[in-house]
C-alpha cells in the first residue's frame, strides 16, 4: 500500500517584535480552540522557520522610497533553496521615518527584525503609518517569489505610550482572510491585544468575530508600556510580553501585506515620537500555550467536469492578458510566437511558444503583404486573448491552415516544462459569409476532457472524427470541431469570463494534466475547393482571413466529453543489466544494502530520465515500512512511504528526473523495522528525512541509503551473466 506524502513542504513564522506571513482571499469563519488543543492549523509544525538572528540585512532603503526595500539574507529555506525575507513599501502609499536608517533591520539584541515607525507633530510624511508588503524571494535568483505551504508570523511589545486618551497607541491593521488564524495569550479575552472591526461593525468579541467581506481586523494596544518591558529573546517571554504578542499562521503564501500605526488617536497627544515594531520567528511560548483562532473555514473541494477533486496548488492559469508577446516571428521559416510570463509552475515563471508543427504556415506572410496588412499586429494577442492569424486564398485549397505545436518552457532556462493541470479554451468558431468555414482538428488524447456548451447536442460546433468514424473517435484519430452557424465581426467575444450564450456555444474549453506540448489544427477554408473531401472544385464568395482566438479560462461549462483512451503502446523493454549503472554512494546505519538482488533495477534509461523497479529483497519477513524520495523533475522532491512490504513484492515503479550537468539520478531509500523482528539493529540509527513526513515510531531502527542511477549506461556491451551489483558502500550521513 502506497501512502502518498506531501512535496517537501515549507512553511515559516515571522514575530511588533514580529515573525512569519502570508495572503489568499474568501470568506472568513471564526473559531476558537481550546488552549490545550494542537488541532488547528495555527499549532502545527512548521518545516520553515524564519532565523532573523542568522540572517544579514543587505539592503537598507525602505525609507527613500523609489522601490527601496529591506532585505535579510539567508532567512530560512523552502524545499531546500535558501530564501530571503523582503519588505517593501505597498505601492500608492509613503513611509517616513527620520531614524529608519540606524533602526531599520535588526534589533541590537539580534533575535529580531525591526522597523521604525514615526508618528512627529507638524509633519506630514511622518504620519504614523507604515503599509508594507512582506514577501519570500528566492536566495539566489533574487526576482523570484517563493511560496510557502505554511507558516508563522508573529508580533510583540504592541504597547501604548500613555494610556491616556492623548497617548500615542499602536495598532496592525489587515486583511484577516489571508491568514488562518491567530493565536493570542492566554485567550481572546485575557490579552492585552484587543480585536475589531475597521469599519467600527463589530465590537472584537468571539461572537463578532470576523469582520464583514473586504473590512480588515484591527489587532490594537490596550495598556501603557515602557523601555523596560521589552522582549529581548521571541522565544523567552515573561507573561507581561505574551499578552502584547500575537502569532499569525498562513498557508500557500508567497506575499502578505499590514498596515502598522504607531499613531496619536486624537487631534493633539501629549507627547510625539517613533515606535520600533520588531519581528522574528516563531513565538513558541504563544504556540504551546495561547488560545487558536481560526478565521476562515475550508471551502467546499473544487471538482472539474469529470467529478475529480481538483488540487488547487497544481493548477496553472495561463493569463494571456498580462503575458508579453516576446518574439513574434512564427510567420518566418523557423520562427516561433512567444508569449513570456503565461504562467507560474512550481513557483518558476514560465512562457508558452507557438511554432509551426507542419505544413506551409509561413506562406501566409505573402498573402499579408498583398492584402496591405500590418505583419506586426496580425499574430499575438487581441484584447483579452491570444491570436494567430490565417489568410485564405482562391485556389490554394490549404492556404488557410495552420498545424501549430504549443510547449510550455522555463522563462530563464529555456527547458520544456510539464505542467500539472490547466486550462486552454478556443473561441469563435462559425462561418463567414462569403462561405468560408472554420473548424480545429486535434488528437484528443492529448487533452484529460473538453466542454461544449450547453452540450454536445446544442453547441454550435459539431465533433466528428477525421475518418469518418463515430464519436468518441479511436485512439489516433483526429477529432474534429467545425463550425456550424455564421457569424459577424459584432458578435465575436471581448473577454473570456463573460461571454454571451451564444459565444460559449461556439467555442471549446479543454482541460489538459501532465502536459508539456500539445498539437492543434485550426483551418479557415473553402469548403467547395476541398477535393478531396467531397468539394466540386468552385469557388466561394468571397476569400478573406481568419483569427484563431484562445484563452486560458473560460465561462464555458458545458458538457464535459471524455477523449478515447490512448492507443496501446508494448511495454518497455529492460535493457541489459550494467552493474555500473547502479552504485551505493551514502549510507547510514549498518544494515547492508542487499547485493546480487533486484532491490533496484533499471527499467529504461534516457539522457533526461531513467525507470527503476524497487522490490523488497532484504529479508524473508515483512518489513514495517519503506521511505524512498526522488526528484519527478528538476524543481520538486517527492517522498513515499510503501507499508508491510513483503519479500520479493515490486512494491513502485518509479521515474527519476536526471541531473542536468551529469546524465545520473539520486535515489534516497529509508527502511523501518520493529527492533523485535531482529532485521534491524540498534546502530540503525538513521534520521528519515523531514519531507517524508514518516509515520514511524521514534524509537524504531533506522538504515538510509542514498543510490547514484546512470541515466546512461556505463557499459559498451552489457551482459545478463554479469552481476547487478550495488558498488561503493562508503557510509557518510543521509542528506536531511
Same mark, same amino acid.
Given at each position: 500500500m502506497r501512502i502518498a506524502l506531501t512535496t517537501i513542504s515549507y512553511s515559516i513564522a515571522f514575530s511588533l517584535l514580529f515573525s512569519s506571513g502570508g495572503g489568499r482571499g474568501g470568506v472568513a469563519a471564526v473559531a476558537v480552540a481550546n488552549n490545550n488543543n494542537n488541532d488547528c492549523f495555527g499549532k502545527e509544525t512548521v518545516a520553515t522557520q524564519l532565523n532573523f538572528f542568522d540572517s544579514t540585512v543587505t539592503e537598507n532603503k525602505l525609507h527613500e522610497g523609489n522601490g527601496g526595500v529591506l532585505r535579510f539574507e539567508n532567512i530560512g529555506y523552502v524545499n531546500d533553496r535558501p530564501i530571503d525575507f523582503v519588505v517593501k513599501v505597498i505601492e500608492g502609499t509613503t513611509y517616513s521615518s527620520t531614524k529608519a536608517s540606524i533602526r531599520n533591520g535588526k534589533h541590537a539584541d539580534g533575535g529580531f527584525g525591526q522597523i521604525n515607525i514615526e508618528e512627529l507633530q507638524f509633519n506630514e510624511d511622518s504620519n504614523g503609518e507604515g503599509n508594507f508588503e512582506f514577501c519570500l524571494y528566492d536566495h539566489e535568483n533574487r526576482d523570484q517569489l517563493v511560496t510557502a505551504e505554511s507558516f508563522r508570523f508573529s508580533m510583540y511589545d504592541v504597547d501604548e505610550r500613555n494610556a491616556g486618551a492623548n497617548g500615542i497607541k499602536e495598532k496592525i491593521t489587515m486583511d484577516a482572510t489571508q491568514i488562518?488564524?491567530?493565536? #493570542?495569550?492566554? %485567550?481572546?479575552?485575557?490579552?492585552?491585544?484587543?480585536?475589531?472591526?475597521?469599519?467600527?461593525?463589530? @465590537?472584537?468579541?468571539?461572537?463578532?468575530?470576523?469582520?464583514?467581506?473586504? /473590512?480588515?481586523?484591527?489587532? !490594537?494596544?490596550?495598556?501603557?508600556?515602557?523601555?523596560?518591558?521589552? $522582549?529581548?529573546?521571541?522565544?523567552?517571554?515573561?507573561? #507581561?510580553?505574551?499578552?502584547?504578542?500575537?502569532?499569525?499562521?498562513?498557508?500557500?503564501?508567497?506575499?502578505?501585506?499590514?498596515?502598522?500605526?504607531?499613531?496619536? $488617536?486624537?487631534?493633539?497627544?501629549?507627547?510625539y515620537g517613533g515606535g520600533n515594531f520588531l519581528f522574528s520567528g516563531d513565538a513558541d511560548q504563544l504556540i504551546e500555550e495561547g488560545e487558536c483562532i481560526t478565521? +476562515?473555514?475550508?471551502?467546499?473541494? =473544487?471538482?472539474?467536469?469529470?467529478?475529480?477533486?481538483?488540487?488547487?496548488?497544481?493548477?496553472?492559469?495561463?493569463?494571456?492578458? %498580462?503575458?508579453?508577446?516576446?518574439?513574434?516571428?512564427?510567420?518566418l521559416e523557423g520562427g516561433e510566437l512567444r508569449y513570456e510570463d503565461i504562467g507560474v509552475v512550481r513557483d518558476r515563471a514560465v512562457d508558452l511558444v507557438v511554432t509551426v508543427a507542419s505544413g506551409d504556415y509561413t506562406d501566409t506572410a505573402a498573402v499579408w503583404d498583398a492584402r496591405n496588412r500590418d505583419v506586426d499586429l496580425m499574430n499575438g494577442k487581441n484584447g483579452d486573448f491570444a491570436n494567430i492569424n490565417l489568410q485564405t486564398v482562391e485556389g490554394k485549397p490549404k492556404s488557410g491552415e495552420g498545424n501549430f505545436k504549443f510547449c510550455f518552457r522555463d522563462k530563464e532556462t529555456d527547458d520544456v516544462v510539464?505542467?500539472?493541470?490547466?486550462?486552454?479554451?478556443?473561441?469563435?468558431?462559425?462561418?463567414?459569409?462569403?462561405?468560408?468555414?472554420?473548424?480545429?482538428?486535434?488528437?484528443?488524447? *492529448?487533452?484529460?476532457?473538453? *466542454?461544449?456548451?450547453?452540450?454536445?447536442?446544442?453547441?454550435? &460546433?459539431?465533433?466528428?472524427?477525421?475518418?469518418?468514424?463515430? /464519436?468518441?473517435?479511436?485512439?489516433?484519430?483526429?477529432?474534429?470541431? !467545425?463550425?456550424?452557424?455564421?457569424?459577424?465581426?459584432?458578435? %465575436?467575444?471581448?473577454? $473570456?469570463?463573460?461571454?454571451?450564450?451564444? *459565444?460559449?456555444?461556439?467555442?471549446?474549453?479543454?482541460?489538459?494534466?501532465?502536459?508539456?506540448?500539445?498539437?492543434?489544427?485550426?483551418?479557415?477554408?473553402?469548403?467547395?475547393? *476541398?477535393?478531396?473531401d467531397g468539394g466540386d472544385g468552385t469557388s466561394c464568395d468571397g476569400y478573406t482571413g481568419g483569427n484563431f482566438l484562445f484563452s486560458g479560462d473560460s465561462n464555458t461549462d458545458g458538457e464535459c466529453v471524455l477523449p478515447p483512451p490512448p492507443a496501446p503502446t508494448e511495454a518497455p523493454v529492460a535493457p541489459p543489466t550494467c552493474p555500473d549503472d547502479v552504485k551505493l554512494i551514502l549510507q547510514r546505519g549498518i544494515t547492508p544494502?542487499?547485493? @546480487?538482488?533486484?532491490?533496484?533495477?533499471?527499467?529504461?534509461?534516457?539522457?533526461?530520465?531513467?525507470? &527503476?523497479?524497487?522490490?523488497?529483497?532484504?529479508?524473508?519477513? &515483512?518489513?514495517?515500512?519503506?521511505?524512498?524520495?526522488?526528484?519527478?523533475?528538476?524543481?520538486?522532491?517527492?517522498?513515499?512511504?510503501?507499508?508491510?512490504?513483503?519479500? @520479493?513484492?515490486?512494491?513502485?515503479?518509479?521515474?527519476?528526473?536526471?541531473?542536468?550537468?551529469? $546524465?545520473?539520478? +539520486? #535515489? !534516497?531509500?529509508?527502511?523501518?523495522?520493529?527492533?523485535?523482528? =531482529?532485521?534491524?539493529?540498534?546502530?540503525? @540509527?538513521?534520521?528519515?528525512?523531514?519531507?517524508?513526513?514518516?509515520?514511524?515510531?521514534?524509537?524504531t531502527p533506522v538504515v538510509c541509503y542514498t543510490i547514484q542511477i546512470n541515466c546512461e549506461t556505463e557499459c559498451v556491451e552489457a551482459t545478463t551473466s554479469r552481476r547487478n551489483l550495488l558498488r561503493g558502500g562508503g557510509r557518510s550521513s543521509f542528506p536531511k
Open positions: 488562518e488564524g491567530f493565536i #493570542l495569550y492566554p %485567550n481572546l479575552e485575557g490579552s492585552e491585544i484587543e480585536v475589531s472591526c475597521e469599519d467600527g461593525s463589530e @465590537d472584537g468579541s468571539t461572537a463578532s468575530l470576523p469582520c464583514a467581506a473586504g /473590512v480588515r481586523t484591527i489587532f !490594537h494596544s490596550t495598556t501603557k508600556g515602557t523601555g523596560g518591558d521589552n $522582549p529581548t529573546d521571541p522565544n523567552d517571554l515573561d507573561e #507581561l510580553q505574551k499578552k502584547r504578542s500575537i502569532v499569525y499562521s498562513f498557508k500557500d503564501t508567497s506575499c502578505f501585506t499590514m498596515t502598522l500605526s504607531h499613531y496619536c $488617536p486624537v487631534d493633539l497627544c501629549q507627547w478565521t +476562515h473555514t475550508t471551502p467546499p473541494a =473544487e471538482v472539474d467536469c469529470l467529478g475529480e477533486i481538483i488540487e488547487q496548488s497544481s493548477v496553472t492559469s495561463l493569463d494571456f492578458f %498580462n503575458s508579453v508577446v516576446r518574439n513574434n516571428t512564427l510567420h510539464k505542467i500539472d493541470r490547466f486550462s486552454f479554451t478556443v473561441f469563435d468558431n462559425d462561418i463567414r459569409s462569403g462561405g468560408i468555414e472554420e473548424k480545429m482538428l486535434m488528437n484528443a488524447v *492529448q487533452a484529460q476532457s473538453f *466542454q461544449l456548451w450547453p452540450n454536445i447536442e446544442d453547441s454550435e &460546433v459539431k465533433i466528428s472524427c477525421e475518418d469518418g468514424s463515430s /464519436v468518441p473517435c479511436d485512439a489516433g484519430v483526429r477529432t474534429i470541431f !467545425h463550425s456550424s452557424t455564421t457569424g459577424i465581426l459584432s458578435d %465575436n467575444p471581448t473577454d $473570456p469570463s463573460n461571454m454571451t450564450d451564444q *459565444q460559449k456555444s461556439r467555442s471549446i474549453a479543454f482541460q489538459f494534466t501532465d502536459t508539456d506540448c500539445f498539437e492543434f489544427t485550426y483551418d479557415h477554408y473553402c469548403p467547395s475547393e *476541398q477535393i478531396d544494502f542487499p547485493e @546480487d538482488s533486484t532491490a533496484v533495477k533499471i527499467v529504461s534509461q534516457d539522457i533526461s530520465t531513467v525507470t &527503476v523497479k524497487l522490490e523488497q529483497a532484504w529479508t524473508s519477513t &515483512v518489513i514495517d515500512s519503506i521511505y524512498y524520495e526522488y526528484k519527478e523533475d528538476l524543481f520538486d522532491s517527492k517522498c513515499y512511504e510503501e507499508v508491510s512490504v513483503e519479500r @520479493d513484492v515490486t512494491y513502485a515503479t518509479i521515474t527519476i528526473q536526471c541531473n542536468v550537468l551529469t $546524465p545520473t539520478a +539520486h #535515489l !534516497h531509500i529509508c527502511v523501518a523495522d520493529d527492533i523485535t523482528k =531482529e532485521f534491524l539493529q540498534l546502530m540503525d @540509527d538513521a534520521i528519515i528525512p523531514k519531507c517524508c513526513h514518516s509515520t514511524t515510531p521514534e524509537d
